[in-house]
């Protein structure tokens, strides 16, 4: 089992740049690729950015490549998304979400465990 903990999210003015932590705890980190989802009201849930338990491969959506950075630190058991350049389009809840597996995926069905969620709210 893991456990995830969002952290980060706030109201940020277009343009403006924002930090997501997610912290796990349960078992071990390495092991899990984790990725980034957002889901913004009335839409389904989508794939962001994602990480291999390495750190070695990401891979982003079209929509937040350039502009997001996923990143994890293995000694502290945490993933972060680094959002930069935002727009009003990028509103919505973000979850971190565990594999267990070490490669990464890109589908919500790829991923075993979930944190809570954070809002991000950008406004123009």
């Known amino acids: 089992q893991v456990q995830l903990d969002e952290s980060g999210g706030g109201l940020v003015q277009v343009g403006g740049s924002l930090r997501l932590s997610c912290a796990a705890s349960?078992?071990?980190?390495?092991?899990?690729?984790m990725g980034w989802f957002r889901q913004a009201p009335g839409k389904e849930r989508e794939f962001v950015a994602a990480?291999?338990?390495?750190?070695?491969?990401?891979y982003y959506a079209d929509s937040v490549k350039g502009r997001f950075t996923i990143s994890r630190d293995n000694a502290k058991n945490t993933v972060y998304l680094q959002m930069n350049s935002l727009k009003p389009e990028d509103t919505a809840v973000y979850y971190c979400a565990a594999r267990n597996a070490f490669n990464l995926g890109i589908s919500t069905k790829a991923y075993d465990f979930w944190g809570q969620g954070t809002q991000v709210t950008v406004s123009s």
């Open positions: 990480i291999s338990g390495s750190g070695g491969s990401t």
């Open positions: 349960g078992r071990t980190f390495s092991g899990n690729a």
